[in-house]
């Protein structure tokens, strides 16, 4: 690596959600084309047999940071007792638990509660706790569900950093309606993390259209843009099978991106734009 190069995290999320994600991010990690994977405890298919095979790839020489997808819609359900609100046992749509978040109408004490349930069965999984934290469909950045996050973080799981979703000022544009908002409540959620004493990654990339059939390969390079070292950027490789297509909208998407990171072109990629993955 030259001084110029950044070294920039590329984790892939929902690990857990079907046996076919698991198997293609356990491929790239072990090609050394991921250095990072957050792990969906709340899923069905995080099973030992599922846990292992991804700790494994860590065996001598660590390959990739694991950390914890926090999971609060539907279709996956609590690991904790009497968490509300739920429909048929079930967390509510993404579009209901925002509602309810913004609203100040969920409970403190039974988001804690749960999300602490969700880093138990990490701990149960791996034999210690995640290296850092996340959320499926960035629900950590909600209000009370913010708060509640880094409560666990810092009580908990205290060498955890925790994702932030602001992109690179630099880059920054008003557009892109999805872009923005995690943009805005980024900067309370930093703000929030600071007081707490809960570390967050410097600038964040990799929210698009994900229901276009978008060439990844022409907008990879555009999360490089003024991305800083240590920066992150999220992605969702995946073969798509049964199970997915049960819990997920994101399928063919998910497969266009893995042939991407697998290809040569992902390496030549990173290296024009002078970055690296960082070592774990």
């Not at 860590?58 to 926090?70: E, F, P, Q, Y």
């Amino acid at each position: 690596m030259t001084s110029q190069q950044r070294r920039i995290w590329l984790c892939a999320d929902d690990y857990g959600i079907s046996p076919g994600v698991n198997a293609a991010i356990r491929e790239l990690i072990g090609r050394g084309r991921l250095n990072a994977t957050s792990v969906m405890t709340a899923a069905p298919h995080l099973d030992a047999k599922e846990a292992m095979a991804l700790d494994r790839l860590n065996a001598g020489n660590k390959r990739a940071a694991l950390g914890l997808h926090v999971t609060l819609t539907a279709p996956f359900q609590p690991l904790s007792k009497n968490f509300t609100p739920l429909v048929n046992g079930h967390f509510l749509q993404l579009n209901s638990m925002m509602r309810a978040a913004v609203t100040r109408r969920l409970n403190r004490e039974r988001l804690v509660s749960e999300i602490a349930a969700q880093v138990q069965a990490f701990v149960a999984a791996f034999s210690r706790p995640p290296d850092f934290i996340d959320g499926h469909q960035h629900i950590h950045l909600f209000p009370q569900v913010r708060d509640a996050v880094l409560k666990v973080a810092a009580e908990i799981a205290s060498k955890a950093w925790v994702r932030q979703c602001g992109r690179p000022g630099l880059v920054r544009r008003l557009k892109g309606r999805k872009q923005l908002l995690l943009d805005i409540l980024s900067v309370s959620f930093r703000r929030r993390a600071r007081r707490a004493g809960v570390a967050v990654n410097p600038a964040f990339a990799g929210a698009y259209d994900f229901g276009r059939k978008t060439a990844f390969a022409e907008i990879f390079p555009h999360f490089l843009a003024g991305l800083p070292d240590e920066g992150l950027i999220m992605c969702h490789p995946g073969f798509v099978d049964d199970e997915l297509k049960r819990l997920d909208p994101l399928t063919g998407q998910r497969e266009r991106e893995f042939a991407y990171f697998n290809s040569e072109d992902f390496p030549r990629s990173l290296a024009e734009h002078g970055a690296t993955l960082a070592t774990p």
